[in-house]
């Protein structure tokens, strides 16, 4: 069987996530001198080295690999919570507690402290102490063990101030404190606030390469070496080994050094978007902090079903109202998807579609009503 050489993709007309970020030419030339040791057996140098180059960004004692943020996060929080009954909290648009299928409650027997910023944006000390639970001895209760904060949430950049009053609560009242750090890369770029100072706030971090960063698979955890090693025994237990991955974690180490240094370009592409949007009219959700735009998915009357549509007739991908944007994002991208932001904007207007309720987040509403 003849296997057909695939061209990498050029123009990157990609706005439904920032997931769909793919491997550059060096990264794929690399892989032919990636090592090939077995990583489960901790032999492999290629993973070794980056675990270590993420610890070290990040200000940590270890590193470890693994294959999604999900598994990711779901071994942080895993580890950190010992005993049932026990709960964490988080933003009620977590992606632990939205995205993650509830690993919380079949991988921690955890339950979840879901709370609305009362700001609208991001988790405040004063949300938080209002909705923890003490463990205080009543035998009605789950009590909080973690609080579980993302940076950037929906592109939002976490205030590196609120982080740090958190934290310090947390440790104070004999709480850990995790951070789904899967845009934690952009939230240094928008935020100018250095890796190792969010690094001192968490007793680990979930860093993904899969995204903005462009690696093709994985993430990394960082936190302490006895964290990491049970955090370990959670990947392996829950079919997260990995043999030879050398390959991948090359291909990610390349990706943070050539990469990372071009999503500014996301960022600044988003911005001009957003800009465009409050031209046209139409009304944005949340800011536009980092590299995504979430349009308002009631107060515009868009038709969800028509994001899609409009956007293939434009060559554009887009299917929710999040639009994405990454390193990759090309020119010509962005100037279709203003073609159709502005058929989108025309169509609502003579034609506006009336919801009964916001879809799922990330979701474009093709649902019956
Ligand atoms: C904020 C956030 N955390 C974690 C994840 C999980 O990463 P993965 O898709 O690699 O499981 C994602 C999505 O990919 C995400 O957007
Ligand atoms: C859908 C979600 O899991 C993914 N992380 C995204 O942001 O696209």
Redesign the pocket.
């Known amino acids: 069987m003849s296997y057909p050489e695939t061209p990498l993709p050029e123009n990157h007309n990609e706005f439904?996530?920032?997931?769909f970020t793919t491997p550059t030419e060096s990264m794929i030339r690399s892989v032919g001198f990636a090592s090939v040791s077995d990583s489960v057996y901790n032999e492999d140098a290629d993973t070794k080295a980056l675990e270590k180059k993420v610890a070290d960004i990040m200000g940590y004692e270890a590193g470890l690999y693994c294959v999604s943020?999900?598994l990711s996060n779901q071994i942080a929080l895993r580890s950190h919570l010992k005993q049932p009954p026990h709960s964490i909290i988080c933003d009620y648009r977590g992606?632990v507690y939205v995205?993650e299928a509830g690993g919380l409650a079949t991988l921690s027997q955890a339950m979840v402290t879901d709370i609305k910023p009362s700001n609208g944006l991001y988790l405040t000390l004063e949300d938080i102490v209002e909705r923890y639970t003490p463990d205080d001895g009543n035998i009605h209760a789950a009590p909080t063990k973690v609080v579980s904060l993302e940076n950037t949430l929906h592109g939002l950049v976490y205030p590196i101030e609120e982080i740090k009053r958190i934290s310090n609560w947390c440790h104070a009242n004999g709480l850990l404190i995790h951070l789904d750090g899967?845009r934690i890369w952009d939230a240094s770029i928008a935020s100018g606030v250095p890796f190792k100072e969010y690094g001192k706030y968490f007793d680990s971090i979930s860093v993904c390469l899969s995204?903005g960063v462009g690696a093709p698979i994985g993430s990394v955890l960082v936190g302490s070496e006895t964290f990491i090693k049970k955090a370990n025994h959670f990947k392996k237990q829950n079919g997260g080994g990995i043999r030879q991955c050398g390959m991948l974690c090359r291909m990610a180490s390349i990706a943070i050094d050539e990469n990372f240094p071009k999503m500014k370009q996301a960022h600044l592409l988003a911005k001009e978007v957003a800009d465009y949007c409050e031209d046209l009219g139409l009304i944005l959700e949340i800011p536009c902090q980092s590299n995504f735009i979430f349009l308002d998915p009631l107060k515009n009357n868009i038709n969800p079903s028509l994001l899609s549509v409009i956007g293939e007739k434009y060559n554009i991908k887009m299917s929710m109202f999040r639009l994405?944007f990454s390193f990759q994002t090309s020119r010509v991208a962005v100037d279709n998807l203003k073609l159709a932001l502005k058929e989108l904007k025309e169509t609502a207007e003579n034609n506006p579609y009336y919801s009964k309720k916001a879809f799922g987040m990330?979701q474009s509403g093709n649902r019956e009503e």
């Open positions: 439904r996530s920032d997931t943020g999900t992606h995205h899967a995204k994405s990330y």
